[in-house]
Structures are given as structure tokens and as C-alpha cells.
């Protein structure tokens, strides 16, 4: 059997990643790598789906232990109250010995993932869109926040600028529209071939 690839897809928050990485789950049978946080869960997210959902004190003692590959944090900003966020993708979660998988993450977790499993094991795509749909799709999907939202815009113009994201290898894909979609997902298809 082949040993499979790792799929990064990073990019601006609202972005469509994680629209993604659900079809490549659901139709292309890639296996989902889930990350452990300590963000409060999302109105319709199950523990253990899209994360898994820790205590700040059970993700530090698990930074103490070793057990993540990467992980990161992030200072937020939820109703104009400041707090931390925790982020990591654990060591016993990604076998690529069993197929492909596919992750998000930020540009510094895509370094320490690609230091982990090698170049030749990783290939990471940059999910572009548009800063009028980011919002428009923050807003729909229920948890949009003024001040959080202008905060993290601030944040990605220079957490993905072009120097950051040629570090990493980055291809990128456009998504705009239903039809960009279908074609960044076929070039991930024939890419991972």
C-alpha cells in the first residue's frame, strides 16, 4: 500500500476551508484530521468532529506531556472582552500509512507539520477569497462578532501575506464562486495522484 499524502489548506479566516475539507472527507474519502482546542464550541459542532474540546488547563498539561506536533495560540477578542485560545494537532492523530488526510491550519502550524512528516509527505494549499464573502459567510454561519472579526481581518493580511505563504510552499486556490470551488478541489485531486 502507498504510504498517502497530507493535505494543509490554510488561509483567512471565513475562507471556505473548512467547506473543503469536508468534501474531501465526504467524497474523496481523505481522512479528517481533527485538532484539539480550548475556544468555546460553536452552536451545531460535536466534540470530537470538528475538534476536540478542551479545558485551557487539559490543553496545557498536554503542551507540558509532548503530545502535540504543533500548536499555537491565538489572543481574541469576543464582545470587546480579551481571551486565549488554544490550538494543536496531536502526534497520535495523522497515520499516513492509512491514506490520505487533510488539516487546516495557520502558516506557523504548516511549518511545524511540514518539519514533522517532510516536504515530500505535505502538500499545502492557500484558500483565497474575498474579503466581501469572508464577511458575508462570518455573518451566515452564526458567530460573527464586530470587534473579533475586525481583529482576526487585521491579523490575516499579514499572518497570510505572500512572504509568509511562498515559506511554506503555498499553492493557491481561488474561492469565490461554486465553480472555483469544484476546480480547487480537482486540483487537489490530481495534485495528491
Not at 481523505?30 to 464550541?41: G, L, Q, V, W
Not at 452552536?43 to 490543553?59: A, H, I, K, L, T
Not at 510552499?169 to 472555483?180: C, D, E, P, V
Amino acid at each position: 500500500m502507498n504510504k498517502g499524502k497530507l493535505v494543509v489548506l490554510c488561509g483567512k479566516s471565513s475562507g471556505g476551508k473548512d467547506t473543503m475539507l469536508s468534501t474531501l472527507v465526504d467524497l474523496y474519502d481523505y481522512k479528517r484530521c481533527i485538532s484539539h482546542t480550548s475556544r468555546p464550541m460553536r452552536q451545531g459542532e460535536v466534540n470530537g468532529r470538528e475538534y476536540y474540546f478542551e479545558s485551557r488547563e487539559d490543553f496545557k498539561w498536554m503542551i507540558e506531556k509532548g503530545h502535540f506536533i504543533e500548536f499555537r495560540t491565538y489572543n481574541t477578542l469576543v464582545n470587546d472582552k480579551e481571551d486565549t485560545w488554544y490550538y494543536g494537532m496531536a502526534k497520535n492523530s495523522i497515520d499516513l500509512n492509512k491514506g490520505n488526510h487533510v488539516i487546516v491550519l495557520d502558516v506557523q502550524g504548516t511549518k511545524e507539520i511540514i518539519e514533522y512528516f517532510g516536504k515530500e509527505n505535505v502538500l499545502v494549499y492557500y484558500v483565497r477569497t474575498s474579503d466581501r464573502l469572508r464577511r458575508r459567510r462570518c455573518k451566515k454561519r452564526g458567530d460573527y462578532n464586530k470587534s473579533e472579526f475586525k481583529r482576526r481581518f487585521k491579523a490575516d493580511k499579514i499572518d497570510f501575506s505572500k512572504d509568509k505563504l511562498a515559506e511554506i510552499g503555498a499553492i493557491t486556490l481561488k474561492n469565490n464562486s461554486y465553480r472555483q470551488f469544484d476546480k480547487s478541489i480537482a486540483k487537489i485531486i490530481t495534485e495528491v495522484k
